[in-house]
């Protein structure tokens, strides 16, 4: 006797498969990044590289210009940063500022047309601090960005705010149901998952540890390891960092143990000291700025916009896919002087 398939249970069956179907990528590539068999590898998808090229294309170049001879403290009034640059070498940085940051505003985001040396609009009190932040950056964190450097459209990509800025979070109220404490409410920079969705003021504002396990099976004496709810944090903050970077944790930890140092992959290094550098500059030189900033501009507990990991790279391993700006803008890479 042949058995008769209804369509109904045949489309019944193939529904999940269709559904399933719909939620992966057509297409993955994998990349081998470590030792065969280990799962040390990086996946991505035409259509995601695609987009990424779209999103780091860099700026229009400006022009060298030839030295005029005078530096622009001499030339023009209230230059408390870069004042010892060349006055042609001085407005080709300008021009080129405007372009990173406020390309539709012009230079006035940041000058009164009437009176340039004013310090009169926030933006440019604001802009002061960040080019000596750069030249910070570039000057005191080789061990992070080497010699290939930040400019401010890094971060702006032609946009006054950067686009990946943060702010602590406000508490939240102790309910009949009880205290969410920052978690299990599927937040987006921590990859729609139940960790907590400010790992950021502990860890990247605070110098707390980054632990997930103690280093010993067994508790120690007198030692208190990790807890979950630090292991919790960690991993928010390591989600955070995966999507900003745009790659797979094995980027930067070895599948076969993601705790041991001697083998982790040479990122982990580099990003060890990304995360020093994020907490230097949050702290000593964003959050110095909380009196010039209008209170519109702050946060909901009335901090600063603050930094991350992706507020430089923008879903990129590297930020601009590795461009090298600083070489055209030698000046972003000196300490600042008067």
């Known amino acids: 006797m042949k058995r008769i398939i209804r369509p109904s249970l045949l489309a019944l069956a193939l529904c999940p498969s269709l559904l399933l179907a719909g939620c992966y990528e057509s297409q993955t ?26 999103a780091n294309k860099p700026p229009d170049e400006v022009d060298p210009v030839a030295p005029s001879g005078q530096p622009a403290s001499q030339v023009y009034q209230n230059v408390q940063v870069l004042g010892n640059l060349d006055e042609n070498e001085f407005i080709r940085l ?6 990173w940051v406020s390309p539709e505003q012009g230079c006035a985001y940041c000058h009164n047309p009437e009176n340039l040396a004013s310090d009169a609009l926030y933006p440019k009190v604001i802009a002061r601090t960040m080019i000596q932040m750069t030249q910070h950056i570039n000057a005191d964190w080789k061990t ?5 450097g930040v400019t401010c459209y890094t971060c702006h990509r032609g946009q006054p705010v950067p686009a ?3 702010f ?10 009880g205290n969410r404490a920052g978690q299990n409410a599927p937040a987006a920079n921590v990859g729609l998952t ?15 540890e980054i632990r997930v396990v103690s280093k010993t099976a067994l508790p120690e004496e007198d030692k208190q390891g990790a807890s979950v709810k630090q292991a919790e944090l960690t991993y928010g903050l390591m989600m955070s960092m995966s ?8 980027h930067c930890h070895n599948s076969r143990s993601f705790t041991a140092w001697d083998q982790s992959t040479p990122q982990r290094a580099t990003a060890w000291y990304g995360i020093r550098m994020v907490r230097d500059l949050n702290n000593h030189y964003l959050e110095k700025l909380k009196a010039s900033f209008p209170e519109n501009r702050l946060g909901p507990n009335g901090d600063v916009p603050k930094i991350n990991c992706a507020t430089c790279h923008q879903g990129a391993p590297k930020p601009l896919l590795g461009l090298n700006m600083i070489k055209d ?4 890479a000196q300490t600042a002087r008067k």
């Open 329 to 332: 803008y030698p000046e972003l």
């Open 164 to 166: 990946n800025i943060w």
């Open 194 to 208: 139940s960790l907590p969705n400010d790992p950021y003021t502990p860890l990247l504002s605070y110098a707390n």
């Open 94 to 99: 300008m021009t080129a500022i405007t372009q």
């Open 144 to 148: 992070h960005v080497t010699t290939t």
């Open 243 to 250: 999507q900003g970077l745009g790659v797979n944790c094995t």
């Open 29 to 54: 590539q994998t990349k081998q990044i470590g030792y065969r068999g280990l799962g040390m590898e990086q996946v991505d998808s035409p259509k995601t590289l695609a987009a990424l090229a779209e």
């Open 168 to 177: 602590t979070s406000p508490e939240t109220a102790q309910g009949s149901l």
